[in-house]
């Protein structure tokens, strides 16, 4: 990896998250801007508040308990995932950005 890719890990929330961005660079060879990308997606609700963005609004509406899912899931996929859950159901959105990371994220749910 290089400078960019160790600036852009150090903003990550926690080193599980860390951790798994980094191998993920290895594997697919990720470049500086795509790991930013994929950065970007994982931020907890709480800096997505931060940045203004239309998400903040959403995540106020959503329970602590559902906030905490996704955050458990987002943290051990690497990925962004939303709860949407409404009455006695909901479903599970989970983002990939490439056909590898399609290929990761289940072989990370199959585990």
Same mark, same amino acid.
């Given at each position: 990896? %290089?400078? #960019?890719h160790a600036k852009t890990l150090l903003s990550a929330a926690d080193d599980n998250l &860390? %951790? &798994?961005?980094y191998e993920t660079i290895i594997e697919k060879g990720l470049s500086v801007r795509a790991l930013e990308e994929m950065l970007k997606e994982t931020k907890t609700p709480g800096a997505a508040k *931060? *940045? #203004? =963005?239309? %998400?903040?609004?959403?995540? /106020?509406? /959503?329970s602590a308990h559902i906030k905490k899912m996704e955050e458990t899931l987002r943290n051990h996929?690497?990925?962004?995932? *939303?709860? /949407?859950?409404?009455?006695?159901? #909901? /479903?599970?959105?989970? =983002?990939?950005?490439?056909? !590898? !990371?399609? *290929? &990761?994220?289940?072989?990370?749910?199959s585990k």
């Open positions: 990896i %290089n400078t #960019g &860390r %951790n &798994r961005l *931060e *940045e #203004g =963005s239309a %998400n903040s609004a959403k995540q /106020k509406s /959503k996929l690497g990925t962004k995932v *939303e709860i /949407k859950h409404s009455g006695k159901g #909901g /479903k599970i959105e989970i =983002s990939y950005y490439s056909l !590898d !990371d399609f *290929e &990761r994220i289940a072989e990370q749910i």
